[in-house]
Nanobody, 124 residues
């Protein structure tokens, strides 16, 4: 098993940047495909980005492509989500998740382990 703890959320103005961190413990995150998801009030949890357990494959939702970057640091056992050019519609609780399966997918229900989430609010 792996335990995930997100941090780095907060309030930022439109056009600003934040870096979210997802610290893994129990097992190295490179044993899993690691994803970031988000959920706004009244909406379903949606895919944001994923990095394969090899680190060689990344994928992004169209809404964040070119603005967000997912990466991992094996020495720190931490996955990051760098978010630039933030928009008010990026406001949500952001969750880190791990998938313990060979296939790389982007559906939330396919992920096995979840963090508690961190709030990101983009507002002037």
């Amino acid at each position: 098993q792996v335990q995930l703890v997100e941090s780095g959320g907060g309030l930022v103005q439109p056009g600003g940047s934040l870096r979210l961190s997802c610290a893994a413990s129990g097992r190295t995150f490179s044993s899993y495909h690691m994803g970031w998801f988000r959920q706004a009030p009244g909406q379903e949890r949606e895919f944001v980005a994923v990095i394969s357990r090899s680190g060689r494959i990344t994928s992004y939702a169209d809404s964040v492509k070119g603005r967000f970057t997912i990466s991992g640091d094996t020495a720190k056992n931490t996955v990051y989500l760098q978010m630039n050019s933030l928009k008010p519609e990026d406001t949500a609780v952001y969750y880190c998740a791990a998938r313990d399966h060979i296939m790389l997918v982007t559906t939330a229900r396919s992920y096995d382990y979840w963090g508690q989430g961190t709030q990101v609010t983009v507002s002037s």
